[in-house]
């Protein structure tokens, strides 16, 4: 994928990173880094959150095949109880920036925090609607995401994971009550917790 590269170009060009599912109950936070490739643009990068479901992945398969470099990846729910949501977070986006093929000179991060990396790092809020590397990291983070949202939709039926994508929604909080906890849920996480002390509590009685 790199041969024939400007190496001195490539120096100069940024990741853009972004990540989804901070806000969820249950599943991984899942990063992406992405090094886009000028003499390759592509068309209609936006906020994940802004595009239909079909563009996103008519998108995630473009910058799949386009980007200099890309790469997804994650804090488990393991990691996130340990650690907490914000540094799983960080930890996540590190990783996604580190296994880029390529080390850029600067990571844009969405938002108004920065990971520990080992290059300059610059924060930007609402970053996946200005910068097109965010939007696109953006975009490959969501759809890795709900794609596994969709797999525990099948190994944890009932909780309808697959259409909340495990956040905090209404049908998901009487799942959680009614089935209890699953494996995938984040105990650190006040709901979960509640529901983890009610069935503690139920077999104490």
């Known amino acids: 994928m790199q041969i024939g590269l400007d190496f001195n170009l490539v120096e100069d060009l ?3 990173v ?47 095949e386009k980007a200099l470099s890309w790469c997804i990846a994650r804090a488990e729910v393991e990691e996130i109880d340990e650690l907490n949501i914000l540094h799983a977070t960080m ?14 000179k600067l990571a844009m991060i969405d938002g108004n925090r920065c990971p520990k990396l080992s290059m300059p790092a610059e924060a930007v809020v609402k970053g996946d609607s200005k910068v097109p590397a965010i939007a696109a990291a953006s975009i490959l983070a969501k759809v890795s995401r709900d794609r596994e949202m969709a797999a525990f939709e099948e190994q944890y039926p ?38 983890y002390e009610a069935r503690e509590a139920l077999v104490e009685v």
């Open 158 to 195: 009932g909780y309808g994971i697959g259409g909340h994508k495990g956040y905090p929604t209404p049908v998901h909080l009487e799942a959680l009550d009614r089935l209890g906890p699953t494996p995938i849920h984040r105990r650190s996480f006040g709901p979960v917790r509640r529901a």
């Open 91 to 104: 930890l996540a986006m590190q990783r996604a920036v580190e296994g880029l093929s390529i080390t850029p």
């Open 18 to 64: 972004d990540e989804v599912g901070r806000g969820p109950l249950c599943g991984a936070v899942v990063t992406a880094a992405v090094i886009l490739d000028p003499n390759r643009p592509i068309a209609g990068l936006n906020d994940s959150k802004k595009l239909t479901e079909a563009r996103r992945e008519r998108l995630y398969d473009e910058i799949c």
């Open 14 to 16: 940024v990741a853009g």
